[in-house]
């Protein structure tokens, strides 16, 4: 009986989650063979022990953006396929159960181009499971900010084999981002982090007060922010 | 009953049994009296209810007067026996835990840690636009997304959300038709579908900026 109790739980819990994608999906003015179509490969990658915000997150992300499902659908299990192979690289590590955090942020930096091995070397350097999804997020920030893979692995790995915490190495691609507005170029920036300059941080405003300059698009530089000087360059 | 003349005050008050009947014409006090012994006699044929009138009034309240929703109530308030193995009790906690934990709350950034959450001021100059909203990982890409509000700075659209700490992808859009790019992320990153999102890496200290 209590095994019948169970199963129906289970079953229940699963399906309704299910139906729930599909409805949450079909709000957003999916057609509902597409909502299947996704739940589908959800419901794949969940049996698969794989996380499925990711995946829901960027059918959304697609529909936002006004795609068809047609454009989508291929996106979306192609993001499935990398949560794999995030699984893998991060089971290789000696991850036997890695968490969803672990498996998604493995498979952004695969995505932005670091190495399977790259992966493993930053998960094997950081002490914890919370550090080890903020070091693959922080490596693959670098690299998405021009830096090479190799050298935001080693600066990551480095970092955590000398003691710093997950919370310090946040603050990293924010202290990147400030040296090339100030001009700083690319091999001095990486020279910087090697050296361990980006970590005691430079004084930042207080905590919750970060500003993000924005621009017109397609209009020169960008403007500082009301109070500040100086220009941010976009990308080095 | 069929004495339908109107009676004097005197014969009212005789009626109700308090004035002495010298006090009343005879012919008054004769239809008085022929009216008291026809109410006498009414009441006479009357049955006096007993318990069983009790009992039966309110089997018909239990049977008929309660709503099926009020019976649902009633059953839902009313203190009940169950029986329940804690090990089924504990599988349907945690599969509630996990419904809610996965459709609704805060959504968590990419490789966040710890549910630390700063306030991040999202700004982009757009002095032709008419609106302007930001809509990302952080919301889900829920449209039309979270609306900026005009600056003090003509022509700067702002907005301060407070976001947990970890990697936020997002994008402006601009008159609801016009995806636009932060100029002022930390970098840009493909999309998948052959464009481009910003990118967020939120410290415990916030986002610094040039």
Known sequence: MTSMVLSALVATSFGLQQTDLRQRLVDRGAAPEFAQQVAQVVAGARTSGLPVEPLTDKAFEGLAKGYTAERILPVVQLLADRLRAGRTAAVSAGLTQPSGRIVAAAAEALGRGMERTEVVDVLRAAPGPDAASVGLTVAASLVAQGIASRDATRAVATAYREGRSAQELLELPSVTSSWFAEGVTLPEVVKRIHEGQALPFPPGRAAGRGVVPGLRPGTGPPIAPPGKTGTKPNRP | ?210
């Not at chain 2, 339908?4 to 004769?30: C, M, N």
């Not at chain 2, 109530?73 to 934990?101: D, G």
Request: glycine share 10%; no cysteine.
């Open chain 2, 1 to 210: 009953m069929g004495d339908s003349r109107k009676f004097s005050p005197a014969g009212q008050q005789y009626l109700d049994g308090h004035p002495g009947p010298e006090s009343l014409d005879p012919t008054e006090r004769a239809g008085a009296d022929r009216l008291l012994r026809a109410v006498e006699a009414y009441a006479a044929g009357l049955r006096r209810p007993g318990p069983e009138l009790d009992a039966a009034v309110m089997r018909r309240l239990r049977d008929e007067g309660a709503t099926p929703s009020s019976s649902w109530w009633s059953w839902l308030v009313a203190p009940h026996i169950v029986r329940v193995r804690p090990a089924v009790l504990a599988l349907a906690a945690s599969l509630a835990l996990v419904a809610w934990w996965t459709t609704s709350g805060p959504r968590a950034p990419s490789g966040a840690g710890a549910a630390e959450t700063v306030l991040v001021r999202f700004q982009l100059a757009a002095p032709d636009a008419h609106d302007v909203s930001v809509s990302g990982s952080f919301n889900a890409w829920s449209a039309p997304g979270i609306a900026l509000r005009r600056s003090v700075v003509p022509g700067l659209w702002v907005v301060t959300l407070p976001l947990p700490v970890g990697e936020h992808q997002y994008l402006f859009r601009v008159d609801g038709i016009q995806w636009v790019a932060d100029p002022g992320a930390h970098a840009q990153v493909d999309d998948g579908f052959g464009r481009t999102n910003s990118v967020l890496v939120v410290g415990p200290r916030g986002v610094f900026g040039p």
